[in-house]
């Protein structure tokens, strides 16, 4: 089945998916020999041929969940440019799976730190949305007021936007020190030291003492134990997977012009025509009337204005054969209509008698002179042409 690279990567315990997009961008990794470059492409972890750095990318099948005491003096990263040791070279010869943390602590903090092989996994315990609950306990130096405490506790104002409320008490203090307890969710960079700075008390010593539900207990800096099957089912099951996003329709958001909608013709509304203009097309004329396209030629509309009564012309009309407009023959008197139809012909009637006889000439007097077409005197027919006169 094909994934994302992002995915394989996380799955294999290289890095986090954000992690793996750098490996990309990168060009260290390559698929059937092909280096990849591009975001987003996908391959078949069973079919091809996935590398990172030459080294052939295999999926473990067995997942892990570890939690380490990280100590001070350790970077939360698979790899530091500068040299610094790094927290999985505590694992070395102990976890034989490739793993990576979650989450990040910084150089000079210790406590709790989740590494494991899982990546989708990890990548919902680090969502985000998912507001999981960290806490710290900090030693600052001197004591520390009611007001400060409250100021924590309703956010602070820092470079990237006011914190979220957190939860904060404080645990003991001395003569020259003073031990809190901070709890958060959000996941921003040295959080909590921005926040204990934008108050006026300097940190001195940080340690992360919580995950969820889970505590360091009796383990000191460098140690760490598997997680149980219960306690990572407890966890999955408080961090689902994120929701998809839903889209709000168009006429909602910001700035969207709600799209008309179309008028019924039936219930009397209109439609532009090709020229960009309103006509209705469900108008009724009355007699005499008819649709002119608003905008059309002057001469298009002359055909359909006639100067006077369609009624009043078909009676005036003479019996002529004269041409009518359309819908006015209809109108015209039926007397009238039957005499154009048999002006200057014969009208039909079954059998010879009934035609009408020419009337007798000169020239058809004598044999010959009866009636064309019969036979008898006076047809034309059986008869010899006669010669034409000379001049």
């Given at each position: ?100 943390p979650v989450g990040r602590l910084d150089y000079n903090t210790e406590g ?137 329709p168009f006429a909602d958001r910001e700035g969207a012009k709600a799209k ?132």
């Amino acid at each position: 089945m094909q994934e994302r690279l992002q995915k394989i990567l996380s799955q294999a315990g290289i890095s986090s998916r954000r992690e793996a997009e750098g490996i990309i961008l990168d060009g260290r990794v390559a698929v059937n020999g092909m280096v990849v470059t591009e975001l987003g492409t996908k391959a078949d972890p069973d079919n091809d041929m996935i590398t990172v750095d030459g080294k052939a990318v295999t999926i473990a099948e067995h997942r892990v969940y570890i939690l380490l005491y990280k100590p001070v003096g350790y970077m939360t990263t698979l790899k530091d440019p500068e040299g610094r040791p790094i927290v999985t070279d505590l694992l070395k010869n102990k976890v034989r799976e490739r793993i990576y943390p979650v989450g990040r602590l910084d150089y000079n903090t210790e406590g709790l730190l989740l590494l494991t092989n899982d990546g989708d996994f990890a990548n919902a315990m680090m969502h985000p949305s998912h507001e999981v609950d960290k806490g710290y306990l900090v030693r600052v130096s001197g004591k520390v007021s009611d007001q400060q405490i409250q100021q924590l506790t309703d956010g602070v104002e820092l470079d990237d936007g006011k914190t979220a409320p957190a939860k904060v008490f404080p645990v003991k203090e001395s003569e020259n020190n003073s031990w809190i307890s901070i709890t958060i969710h959000e996941g921003r960079y040295r959080q909590v030291r921005r926040m204990c700075e934008a108050v006026g008390l300097s940190v001195v010593r940080l340690k992360r003492s919580r995950y969820d539900f889970l505590e360091i207990g009796e383990l000191k800096p460098g140690e760490f134990r598997y997680l149980s099957p219960a306690e990572v089912l407890r966890l999955k099951r408080q961090t689902p997977p994120p929701a998809p996003v839903q889209k709000r329709p168009f006429a909602d958001r910001e700035g969207a012009k709600a799209k008309p909608s179309r008028p019924s013709v039936a219930k009397g509304g209109t439609r532009p025509d090709s020229r960009g203009e309103r006509t209705s097309k469900a108008k009724t004329f009355g007699k005499g009337e008819a649709p002119v396209r608003q905008g059309g030629h002057p001469r298009q509309a002359e055909r359909f204005e006639p100067s006077e009564p369609s009624e009043q012309r078909a009676a005036e009309a003479p019996r002529s054969g004269k041409r009518y407009l359309v819908g006015e023959r209809d109108k015209a008197p039926a007397s009238g209509r039957q005499e154009r139809r048999t002006e200057g012909k014969a009208p039909f009637a079954a059998g010879p008698a009934a035609r009408p006889q020419r009337p007798a000439t000169g020239h058809d007097q004598g044999p010959g002179s009866g009636p064309r077409g019969t036979g008898a005197p006076g047809s034309g027919y059986g008869q010899k042409k006669k010669p034409p006169r000379s001049k």
